[in-house]
């Protein structure tokens, strides 16, 4: 084609080497190296050129990508944040709600009785099923590693537990990554709407004033760490 690159290599400065094809999205003419690569997914390597996008505006599509994944990061950091609000609230109304998880077992006692032992366990506020990873050890197989979805709950200390103690495996439990905090923040505000009407008010201002001052306190810097576990 007969123009030549109309993108900008500096403020006011185009590039001006022969143009190789127009962008669909822009209209402007760009050359072979204002070209946009469709790339490896983690974003290094170039795999094959697109025929009618220029570099500018697949930079700008991924920086609104990168806004987006960051808006949905800043939701889940939210939903996190009131999750500890509601649990701290339910927990200075008693914890309205909240489900027993206690045990019984029939053990066999002396004599050929039989004898129930009880064991008692956090209540917890159900929310739902919720993917649990096990690694646990099999005599001469080695380690082993499953999931499965059990329907899970918190406790007021805001720990998460299956709702029955009975499926948690012996070895290492724990909640897979990746879960839903919206959705169980959401389960919560429910539970919370249900359970605390109106009369509760002022035990729950004073719990989020007292969380509020709890979170205001100046506390000791911590070493800036990889974040890893991004949801
Ligand atoms: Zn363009
Ligand atoms: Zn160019």
Known sequence: ??????????????CGIAAYERCAECRRAFCRSHQAWERTPDGTKRVTPIEDWCSDCQARSDERAEVRVAANQSRIDAAKVRIVVLIQQLDAAGFPGAAKRNIAETEKGSFGRTKTVKTEYDPA?????????????????????????????????GEYVVMDPRLTRAGKNWMAKGHNFIGICAILEDHARKYLPGLRRSLLLLARVRYWIRLLRPRQREEPRPRTDRH
Not at 138 to 152: K, M, N, V, Y
Request: charged share 25%; proline share 9%.
């Open 1 to 14: 084609m007969g123009a030549d690159c109309e993108l900008e290599i500096a403020q006011g400065t185009r």
């Open 125 to 157: 506020i159900p929310i739902g099923p919720v993917q649990w990873d096990h690694l646990y050890n099999i005599p001469r197989e080695g380690w082993q590693h499953s999931s499965d979805r059990p329907e899970t709950g918190i406790t007021r200390r």
